[in-house]
């Protein structure tokens, strides 16, 4: 047995529409876009004020003009949202539900426009760094320490990995700025250097060497180096054969997948030496003396690498702050 087309069709548009309980009707294909925010802060305003003019007044129009919006929006929703009558106006119960909907949605719009704004000028947000290590009292140290009690309500994420590690996960974006030793040149990154650290020799504080004010490379030819696999490891291990490449033997360089502290006490207990950034000297590990190494071209630039398409302020107000230290740290970190 066949349906008739128009009982269906009937059916299907009894329950697109909803009755409200003054006994209206919400047109099923209410387009919301057509909602002006100027008719919603008007409507509040009357239910507010219960009075045309006064509401008129609060929002820095006419009489007419809000009049006209309100039925304007009356007629959009199909409802209507305040009663009349020669003392005044009232809202109707189902005016008295939409203003308490969208007083709300108001609410949260602005308390969105707010966190975007605040977000935008670094106010607030999270900011992930990829680092080889943090040092107590070293200048990484105090750059976050400064950052975090300067923008509190950024969420400060920390990565630790090697330099290989960390400008990966850059470019996957799952980092906004990574600090690296060297001058990295990269051609899909930004970098700067940021700050400096001499280059110091770690020794066992019995060795023959422990009591130099400084020594030079060729002091160390003979020496037992340790690395580390992780962190700066891999650079260390570069800078040293660079340095020794022309001495016969090969310098013996030892791998081990240790944490900074562990290799320093290894050092402490005679397995052998290795080199460090003056501010590593700032741990407090015994039985190890740090020397300067006299020959050394320069001191140990560490850089800040960031991708080209980041516009975080809170990046950007990292890296003023960075700036700003780098007179103070300059030939101490």
């Known amino acids: 047995m066949r349906r008739c ?75 209507t949202l305040f009663a009349r009558n020669t ?31 605040m977000a935008a000028s670094g106010e607030c947000g999270r900011l992930r760094i990829g680092v080889h290590g943090i040092i107590p009292g070293g200048f990484l140290s105090e750059l976050l320490r400064r950052y975090r009690e300067n923008h509190a309500c950024i969420e400060v994420e920390i990565t630790e990995g090697t330099a290989r590690e960390t400008i990966a996960q850059l470019r996957a974006d799952k980092l906004d700025v990574a600090f690296v030793v060297g001058k990295p040149e990269l051609p899909d990154c930004h970098s700067r250097p940021v700050w400096t650290e001499p280059l110091l020799v770690a020794l066992p504080d019995g060795h023959p060497l422990a009591g130099c004010s400084g020594i030079s490379w060729s002091d160390l030819a003979e020496e037992t180096f340790l690395v580390r696999q992780c962190g700066t490891g891999p650079q260390v291990y570069d800078h040293i054969a660079l340095r020794l490449a022309a001495r016969w033997p090969a310098p013996s360089i030892l791998r081990f997948d240790v944490g900074r ?3 320093l006490s290894m050092v402490g207990q ?60 300059c030939g101490h970190s």
């Not at 109707?92 to 308390?111: K, M, P, Y």
């Open 261 to 263: 502290g562990t290799l």
């Open 270 to 329: 005679r397995f052998g030496v290795t080199i460090v950034g003056a501010g590593t000297a700032l741990l407090p590990i015994s039985g190890v003396v740090f020397i300067a190494i006299l020959d050394e071209p320069e001191p140990i630039s560490f850089s800040a690498v960031w991708s080209p398409s980041n516009r975080s302020a809170a990046l950007r107000n990292l890296l003023s702050i960075a700036d700003k230290m780098d007179e103070l740290f």
């Open 87 to 117: 003392r005044g106006v009232r809202l109707t119960e189902a005016g008295r539900l939409f203003v308490e909907r969208v007083t709300t949605g108001i609410d949260q719009l602005e308390h969105a426009v707010r966190m975007a704004r």
């Open 5 to 79: 087309p128009d009982r269906i069709g009937g059916k299907r548009n009894m329950m697109r529409r909803r009755v409200l309980k003054d006994g209206q009707t919400q047109p099923p294909h209410l387009r919301v876009g057509r909602i002006s925010m100027a008719s919603l802060l008007q409507m509040l305003a009357v239910a507010e004020h219960l009075n045309f003019h006064h509401a008129a007044k609060a929002v820095g129009t006419s009489q007419s003009s809000v009049s006209t919006r309100i039925r304007g929006l009356e007629q959009e929703l199909g409802i």
